[in-house]
């Protein structure tokens, strides 16, 4: 045995070069084996942080859903308190135009009224007058 390595390997790896070319092209495809290994366990590591942030991002879309939802039912609420507060504002307008309204009424009514008394008033006075200018010419 020398130091090149056993007699029947070199013998073989001598005589043989179809055999050279073979062990040559497989390990070539070892190589590209042990890359596509690599490549796959990276891709694999990539998957999982992946998935991770996927899981991560889905905790807080689901925070952000439940605050929203509880943003918009307390929305809804107000929406629903003013709406109360709206309809009683506007019950309570139509009894004020209501009231206005006879309130006007009562107005034309009490004008009226005061005109017919201003005319009496008028005509009394004059019935007086013509009266005391009788008695005052009966007294002359």
């Known amino acids: ?3 090149r390595g056993p007699e029947p390997v070199r013998l073989v790896l001598k005589y043989s070069p179809r055999l050279l070319l073979c062990c040559r ?3 070539q495809r070892w ?3 042990e890359a596509l290994k690599r490549e796959a366990l990276e891709a694999e590591q990539r998957a999982e942080a992946a998935e991770q ?3 991560a991002l889905q905790v807080e879309l689901d925070t952000v859903c439940s605050d929203l939802r509880a943003r918009l039912a307390a929305a809804n609420q107000l929406v629903r308190e003013q709406a109360f507060r709206l309809d009683l504002l506007a019950g309570s307008v139509a009894w004020q135009q209501h009231e206005l ?3 006007r009424e009562e107005k034309r009514r009490l004008k009226a009224a005061l005109l017919e008394l201003q005319q009496k008033r008028a005509l009394l006075e004059a019935a007086v007058e013509a009266a005391e200018e009788r008695r005052r010419g009966q007294a002359l």
């Open 1 to 3: 045995m020398d130091r």
């Open 25 to 27: 092209m497989m390990k």
């Open 31 to 33: 190589k590209e084996v």
């Open 53 to 55: 942030r996927a899981a």
């Open 101 to 103: 309204q006879q309130t």
